[in-house]
């Protein structure tokens, strides 16, 4: 019974994130977009359809996920987010990197990257999970690893069992065991450490959401989500470069 509770809270956390990102998107013709952790870019494609424009890149450092990508009209390149992003400095208008950031070592770096490969005015729409949510802190007074990592164990693995059983699940659905597939957390941060984050990289905060305000049900969770956005489990948050 918990599990089905906790794995519909999940997935309308998911459902309504998204919906909230491309509401950031809004609308920029022709503008030039980067996806970072394209895929297979089936979002990508969304993404570039709700912006209308066709300029669409991407970075993804699975090989066959990146080939796909490129099928689906992507221009791809084959890198490591950790890394120097390899484009010019002023090139994109927008970047997105939904469900990455929280992957990486080298998080300064690719905030200052972002700003680099960014055009004056630009913007970046960052989605990550909130290490100060009030399930992960009530993991930590119970002595648990907080459930949105960092995580010490392989991929969907965790010492509590409701938490295990939820992300292996996940991890079958939209993985299937694929090529270097990962939900290892590395770099999990705050909503305010992530706006922190983003403005020494000379960002200005434009607007941020956050979403599920476990264990309360969505219509409630909506409610305490307006109020305090900082303790969520998602942020979403939009950043424009000065």
Same mark, same amino acid.
């Given at each position: 019974?918990?599990?089905?509770?906790?794995?519909?809270?999940? +997935?309308?956390?998911?459902?309504?994130?998204?919906?909230?990102?491309? +509401?950031?998107?809004?609308?920029?013709?022709?503008?030039?977009?980067?996806?970072?952790?394209?895929?297979?870019?089936? /979002?990508? %494609?969304?993404?570039?359809?709700?912006?209308?424009?066709?300029?669409?890149?991407?970075?993804?450092?699975?090989?066959?996920?990146? +080939?796909?990508?490129?099928?689906?009209?992507?221009?791809? =390149?084959?890198?490591?987010?950790? @890394?120097?992003?390899?484009?010019?400095?002023?090139?994109?208008?927008?970047?997105?990197?939904?469900?990455?950031i929280e992957h990486l070592v /080298?998080?300064?770096?690719? &905030?200052?990257?972002?700003?680099?490969?960014?055009? =004056?005015?630009?913007?970046?729409?960052?989605?990550?999970?909130?290490?100060?949510?009030?399930?992960?802190?009530?993991?930590?007074?119970?002595?648990?690893?907080?459930? &949105?990592?960092?995580?010490?164990?392989?991929?969907?693995?965790?010492?509590?069992?409701?938490? %295990?059983?939820? /992300?292996?699940? %996940?991890?079958? =659905?939209?993985?299937?065991?694929? @090529? /270097?597939?990962?939900?290892?957390?590395?770099?999990?941060?705050?909503?305010?450490?992530? =706006?922190?984050?983003?403005?020494s990289s000379k960002f200005k905060?434009?607007?941020?959401?956050?979403?599920?305000?476990?264990?309360?049900?969505?219509?409630?969770?909506?409610?305490?989500?307006?109020?305090?956005?900082?303790?969520?489990?998602?942020?979403?948050?939009?950043?424009?470069?000065?």
């Amino acid at each position: 019974m918990l599990k089905k509770y906790f794995s519909f809270l999940y +997935k309308d956390v998911s459902r309504r994130s998204g919906i909230e990102l491309e +509401k950031f998107l809004g609308r920029d013709e022709n503008c030039r977009m980067l996806d970072c952790g394209c895929w297979d870019g089936i /979002n990508t %494609r969304k993404f570039g359809k709700i912006l209308d424009t066709k300029q669409l890149y991407g970075i993804e450092i699975v090989k066959s996920k990146a +080939k796909e990508a490129e099928k689906n009209g992507v221009i791809v =390149k084959i890198s490591d987010l950790n @890394e120097k992003l390899p484009f010019k400095d002023d090139f994109f208008d927008v970047i997105i990197a939904y469900h990455v950031i929280e992957h990486l070592v /080298n998080v300064r770096l690719f &905030s200052s990257e972002l700003n680099r490969v960014l055009k =004056k005015n630009g913007c970046v729409i960052i989605g990550t999970p909130n290490l100060a949510s009030w399930h992960n802190v009530f993991a930590l007074i119970a002595g648990h690893q907080p459930f &949105s990592g960092p995580t010490i164990k392989p991929d969907y693995e965790s010492d509590i069992r409701l938490a %295990r059983e939820i /992300n292996k699940e %996940r991890f079958n =659905k939209v993985f299937s065991g694929k @090529e /270097n597939a990962s939900l290892d957390h590395i770099k999990v941060m705050t909503l305010k450490s992530l =706006k922190g984050l983003l403005i020494s990289s000379k960002f200005k905060i434009e607007s941020f959401s956050g979403f599920g305000y476990y264990p309360l049900p969505p219509l409630l969770a909506k409610l305490a989500e307006k109020i305090d956005p900082y303790h969520t489990h998602y942020v979403i948050i939009k950043a424009r470069k000065n």
